[in-house]
Antibody, heavy 121, light 110 residues
């Protein structure tokens, strides 16, 4: 059974970089599935941030692409999100997730519990 | 890409059925059979309940069903139960390795 756990600062200052890590247990990040980040701002719906394959292939939401980097650390069996130049609009619950299949079509089967990140000075 | 359009709310009495729509375009819902539906209870992570328009992951009750016509996908919950009260989101592959989520629908069991 795959388990994912997000970690990182709960408070980030405007204009700084938001950094989160997703620790994966019960499965290898090199297993052949895609890994992704999704967020839900307060009172709003889900928004896909981006996804990646362990080989380094990555796909990003066009609206966030200029500010986002997703990377994988196979030695620690985890993957990370960096979002730079944050504003209050980036305040959200951030989820990491694994796709259902080895093809990239965006259906996420396993999710972390989510972590709230607030952008405020 | 733009968010897919869902009604903000839907409701039904126990035992009844409720259907939620998810409207996109030929660039997403209408162009691919990769529409998924998620159920999200307050304070919990989303749960995949439908993938590839009408397929259910193991363990998801057959009360949940999905369909698609043109650029609109639908989720039907039959035999509503109290535990079905939740937020529901659709998503669709949107081409060029992009993914779009719906605006979300809050289902209330009366």
């Amino acid at each position: 059974q795959v388990q994912l756990q997000e970690s990182g600062p709960g408070l980030v200052k405007p204009s700084e970089t938001l950094s989160l890590t997703c620790a994966v247990s019960g499965y290898s990040v090199t297993s052949g599935y895609y890994w992704g980040w999704i967020r839900r701002p307060p009172g709003k719906g889900l928004e896909w941030i981006g996804s990646m394959f362990h080989s380094g292939i990555s796909y990003y939401n066009p609206s966030l692409k200029s500010r986002v980097t997703i990377s994988v650390d196979t030695s620690k069996n985890q993957f990370s999100l960096k979002l730079n130049s944050v504003t209050a609009a980036d305040t959200a619950i951030y989820y990491c997730a694994q796709t259902r299949s080895t093809a990239w079509y965006g259906d996420f089967d396993y999710w972390g519990q989510g972590t709230l990140v607030t952008v405020s000075s | 890409q733009s968010a897919l359009t869902q009604p903000p709310s839907a409701s039904g009495s126990p035992g009844q059925s409720v259907t939620i729509s998810c409207t996109g375009s030929s660039s997403d819902v209408g162009g691919y059979n990769h529409v998924s539906w998620y159920q999200q209870h307050p304070g919990k992570a989303p749960k995949l309940i439908i993938y590839e328009v009408n397929k259910r992951p193991s363990g998801v009750p057959d009360r949940f069903s999905g369909s698609k016509s043109g650029s609109t996908a639908s989720l039907t919950v039959s035999g509503l139960q109290a535990e079905d009260e939740s937020d529901y989101y659709c998503s669709s592959y949107a081409g060029s390795n992009n993914l779009a989520f719906g605006t979300g629908t809050k289902v209330t069991v009366l």
